[in-house]
Each structure stands twice: as structure tokens, then as C-alpha cells.
């Protein structure tokens, strides 16, 4: 699981990592998911979600050491599978009401805003990501966006942080529907 | 550090529950009391939230990127081969 910590750091580590990831245990996920009747695209997701938690769990240093990667993604793609045969069943019951667009429709503003951030606030959001998501201690953050030392990455941060926060603000009055 | 970005750090705190017992009681009476402030603790986790969201975004781009190698690249062929042969034994 240090893993994570150690390679997750950047852009280049990260690609490093999912690639040995998927190496070592794409093949028993995708045999457990054969197994149980699902597709080659079914197994790719449930992976893929597999991936993204337990990269969250790791970068907050909420996964045990001891366990082995392989072993716990396998773990966490098969509650996932199970999760979603008994969500499938519940939404065929249902005589075809499929509410998985009324829930995009609730994020149409959210993602309007997400767009709008991408594009206007890219290098401040890839800053914030670094520290909030991704986790980075301030001193690796602050050699891999080329800052002086800790104190200027911290006052970069909050600096940001305000920037993003007045134009989530600013935005919201846009998108009347955000967050209301 | 300037007064902004100090209350920020400080809204950040009261946030991420990482302020003695003591100071929170301190930060929520001023809250009370600030309108202002408890504006820009409202969207101050608002940001978290969208922080979060666009950290999640880009790791599945990324995890796709990963994907998109692994399974049309000659370089891998051996893997992917290995991966649709469990679904061609059906």
C-alpha cells in the first residue's frame, strides 16, 4: 500500500501504478466477473471503481500496510458487483423506470460549474488536488509546483483555495440550482 | 500570512475538525455573529466538495489512459489477449 504513496505522487507514478495494478489483478477480477455471468465492459468498471477507492483509502493512509493490493482490490470489486446484480434487480422490478437520468439532470449545474473550473481555474484546481485529494505533504507539493519552499506553497494554497471558493460563489447565483 | 488567507486557514481548520476543543467553541460563537464568515465557511465547503469531485474526475481519466494503453497497444498485446480469452471461453 505504500505503493500509493510513493508512486501516486505525480502524473508519470500514477500512470506507473494503475498499469502494475492492472497487471495483477485485472485477471482475477475479470475471471470472478466472467464467472458470474457479466462482460468484458462490466468488469473494466467495476475495476475501475475498484481502482478509484482504493486509491482514495491509500492516499489518506486508510488502507493496512499488510494487505496486498491485489488481494483488496479483489475484495472491493466483488462487493461492487454485488452491489450493482442487486441494484439491477431492484431497477427491473421497477417496469422500466430508469432513474439514472433524473440523477444526471439534479448535476447538470454541478457539472456546468466542474466545466467552467476545468477550463478558467485549471492550474489553481490541479494545486488544490494535489493537497486535498491526492494528499501530497506540503514540501513534495511545493518541489513538484516549483515553489520556494513550504510557506509559499501553503499561502499558494489558500490563495487558491479563495479564488475557487468566489468563483464556486459567483457561479452559484449563475446556477440557481447549485447547492440550494 | 495575510488577514484573508489567515481566516481562511482558519475556516479550513474549523472544517477539517483540526482546532482544539477551546477554539471551536471561539470560531462558532464568531459565526454567530459574522454573517460574512459563516458565508465563506458555506462556500468554502462547497469548494471541498468540488475539490474532491474534479480529484476523482481526473484519476478516472487517467485510470482510462491507463486502460486505453494496456488494450491497444502492441506493447501489451500479451495482456489483453490473456484478459479477452476469459470472456471467449463462454
Sequence with gaps: MQFVQVLGRTTDGREKLFMAL?????????????????????????????????????????????????????????????????QNTLQASLDGIDLSDETQEDNYSESRLMHFLEMAGAKCMQLLRSFYYDQLPLGEAAKLFGFSGVRSATVQKYKCLEKVRETIKQKSLTYEDFLS | ??????????????????????????????????????????????????????GRKQLRQEIEAAHQTLFNTDKHKSFSEKIRQIFRKR
Design chain 1, 22 to 86: 492492472y497487471k495483477s489483478a485485472f485477471p482475477t477480477v475479470a475471471r470472478y466477473v466472467c464467472k458470474m455471468g457479466g462482460t468484458f465492459d462490466e468488469a473494466k468498471d467495476i475495476f475501475q471503481d475498484a481502482l478509484v477507492i482504493y486509491y482514495e483509502k491509500a492516499a489518506a493512509g486508510a488502507v493496512k500496510l499488510n494487505t496486498s493490493e491485489k488481494a483488496y482490490l479483489l475484495g472491493i470489486s466483488k462487493h461492487l458487483w454485488l452491489h450493482r446484480f442487486k
Design chain 2, 1 to 54: 500570512m495575510r488577514t484573508s488567507l489567515a481566516e481562511t486557514e482558519q475556516i479550513e481548520a474549523h472544517l477539517l475538525q483540526q482546532t482544539s476543543p477551546g477554539d471551536a467553541l471561539v470560531f462558532e460563537a464568531t459565526l454567530l455573529l459574522d454573517d460574512e464568515l459563516a458565508d465563506k465557511l458555506h462556500w468554502q465547503k462547497a469548494t471541498y466538495s468540488m475539490i474532491k469531485l474534479y
